[in-house]
């Protein structure tokens, strides 16, 4: 298949940075993340290091796509897990329809966190 | 169009770091980044965070192309803004003609910084 | 060529906990790292910033591989310098037999540390 690389998208997100604004905020959660991902940031005693790694995949996906933050909304571009554990992207909404204006047919998704920073890169093709 | 991917870079900077050695050596800020790149950064009260992804930016660009500091000059290698707000590379000089020896024909900069770090991949295609 | 982007892998690593771990269980360089990985690491006086960059690769490499760890061997991945510096991977073993089967035909590798963190980012064509 001939691919074309149509953006790369980089963010970190300062760990306890999140946890403040978290706690500050709390229906930001809600607004934030859809239901399955706070589900499975939950699953941990602390879920902070999951939600700045997922908050950091969705800016990623931004900057990938070329737009700012509030072009697309929060829950549509949700971090999914195949059973695997490997990590994946679902679009939605004006973020789909976005990527499908610039002709993306394929995401790639890597995310890493320690216990201070959390990053993410995202590469439509 | 068929594309090649040639090189990615990326790079990490401590802003802290930046500062100290930017308020040691004054005139480094005009050694490092070109009269555009400090206009864009000195927007900002403290530009620090800016002219640190920057840096990551052009050192990004040279793991990119498999050379060494010093093998092109730091001006060689601008990061530019488009009114979007989207970051993007242009390369003079030097810097210029290796990436065509190299059969560069588009590059991909993304760049993220929180208060402590910086970071900036680099993809030539 | 024609080319397609097989996965993408990110890892960071911080470097204090690269050092604890690492005084903590004194067997455990020779089981992470290959023979020239240590002896490239130990012409640093403060090898832990080199360690960790590398164990962040051979992370990647199994994020970009779709992997969880324990899936390949840590001396499968290894991290190789160029004379000029550029560092590249060369993969044996089952972590060679997986790319294949993926149909790996290229890797590149590109990696940072501050004192602080250390990361790599990993990609399969």
């Known amino acids: 298949?001939?691919?074309?690389?149509?953006?790369?998208?980089?963010?970190?997100?300062?760990?306890?940075?999140?946890?403040?604004?978290?706690?500050?905020?709390?229906?930001?959660?809600?607004?934030?993340?859809?239901?399955?991902?706070?589900?499975?940031?939950?699953?941990?005693?602390?879920?902070?290091?999951?939600?700045?790694?997922?908050f950091a995949a969705k800016e990623a996906v931004?900057?990938?796509?070329?737009?700012?933050?509030?072009?697309?909304?929060?829950?549509?571009v949700e971090v999914v897990r195949a059973e695997s554990g490997r990590p994946s992207l679902a679009l939605t909404g004006r973020a789909a329809d976005l990527a499908a204006e610039l002709g993306v047919v394929r995401w790639h998704l890597t995310m890493s966190h320690t216990s201070r920073v959390a990053e993410a890169i995202a590469v439509a093709e």
Chains 1, 2, 3 share one sequence.
């Open 1 to 54: 298949m001939e691919v074309d690389l149509i953006g790369i998208g980089v963010d970190l997100v300062e760990v306890d940075r999140m946890r403040r604004t978290l706690a500050r905020t709390p229906t930001l959660v809600e607004r934030l993340f859809t239901d399955a991902e706070r589900a499975y940031c939950e699953r941990r005693r602390d879920p902070t290091e999951r939600f700045a790694a997922r």
């Open 62 to 76: 931004m900057k990938a796509l070329g737009v700012g933050l509030g072009a697309v909304g929060w829950h549509e």
